[in-house]
């Protein structure tokens, strides 16, 4: 355990610039990670005052990373409050913390941030104003203000609630470290049957009897031709560090050359 350096202040001001750029630098491989590295820069270099262990913590948050705004500054104090304790002995559980909440945070923060409460105060707004009343543009304000505040309070939310997390379950932070990491690899793996879609679309035709192709490769194992395509994706990436555009340039020329000869469908 590390002595914590942190202040309010400093989780305050990784809120402002979180809001400031959260969406502003998304991209395709990374997605919101350039904006987490902007956001935790200050706080990270307050706790590694050494360059080599600074960099350390930058390129591990500098990894894929997709979260509902909103709600991404509890992780993103959370792994402040890891990295505050546990200095680049937790940059893992980090990394295994963000992967394994931000498919759920985002679910919920979507269905509360963009749906229900635009839906809801929106429409109660919306109907007011239409009506001549200025309340419904009070209300809308109100409202914004609201969770403004509180969306600035999200980020100390999640260090302090981490920090009593790590205090109190100390000794077992590798336990709680391995439950994360296979939480994050159950998500990335369910995404792959959910999200990528990659169909053969070959038949063979004996007499009267027609063989699917695709039926053949489910009966050995579902969804086995978009676990071969991350898996090479992956090799691509990692082994032969391949550039990310040269992939998806490659995937789309594959693609539309197996669709237009009927080797891939949808």
């Known amino acids: 355990m590390n002595k914590q350096v942190l202040e309010k202040k400093d989780l305050r001001k990784v809120a402002h610039r979180w809001i400031s750029t959260c969406i502003a630098t998304y991209g395709y491989e990374m997605q919101l990670a350039p904006s987490v590295v902007y956001a935790l820069a200050p706080a990270l270099r307050k706790i590694y005052p050494n360059d080599e262990d600074y960099k350390k913590s930058l390129n591990n948050h500098f990894k894929y990373y997709n979260c509902m705004p909103w709600l991404s500054k509890i992780l993103l104090g959370a792994s402040l409050a890891i990295e505050d304790t546990q200095g680049l002995d937790g940059l893992n559980a980090v990394q295994d913390l963000k992967v394994g909440l931000m498919g759920p945070l985002s679910g919920i923060g979507d269905t509360i941030g963009w749906v229900m409460i635009p839906t809801i105060f929106g429409s109660i707004a919306a109907y007011m104003a239409v009506e001549g009343s200025m309340v419904g543009l009070g209300i809308w304000l109100l409202v914004n203000a609201v969770f403004w505040f509180i969306r600035l309070s999200l980020v100390e939310v999640g ?5 009593k997390f790590i205090t109190k379950f100390g000794e077992k932070i590798n336990a709680f470290t391995e439950a994360a990491s296979i939480l994050g690899l159950t998500v990335v793996g369910c995404l792959i049957p959910s999200v990528v879609k990659l169909l053969c679309g070959l038949n063979f035709t004996s007499g009267d009897v ?57």
């Open 159 to 163: 260090y302090f609630q981490g920090v």
């Open 210 to 266: 027609i063989l699917s192709v695709q039926e053949q490769i489910d009966s050995i194992m579902p969804s086995l031709l978009p676990v071969a395509a991350v898996g090479i994706m992956y090799y691509l990436v990692k082994v032969k560090k391949v550039k990310m555009n040269y992939i998806i340039l490659g995937t789309l020329a594959i693609s539309m050359i197996g669709a237009a000869f009927g080797i891939f469908t949808v």
